[in-house]
């Protein structure tokens, strides 16, 4: 399968993935200031892994949503 290539159900996932990728990197960036003071009560490691890790994830989910939309508008198919 070419990169190019969307199933219509990616296609339907993506707008959604796009939002809740979005969403949760606005959370993320807006309680930014709250992390030194959870990694003093729970300990830095783990805060700091678990934020890594929701950072990844959000920012993984927006982006796999703006590329199956932009592949859909770059090819002009509405998908598979």
Do not use: E
């Amino acid at each position: 399968m070419d990169r190019t290539d969307t199933a219509s159900g990616d296609v339907a996932l993506a707008p959604v993935a796009c939002a809740v990728g979005f969403f949760m990197l606005l959370a993320a960036f807006a309680h930014l200031d709250r992390v030194p003071g959870w990694a003093d009560d729970y300990g830095a490691i783990l805060v700091y892994l678990a934020f890594f890790l929701y950072m990844s994830i959000a920012g993984r989910l927006t982006w796999w949503g703006v590329d199956i939309l932009y592949a859909r508008i770059k090819t002009g198919r509405p998908g598979r």
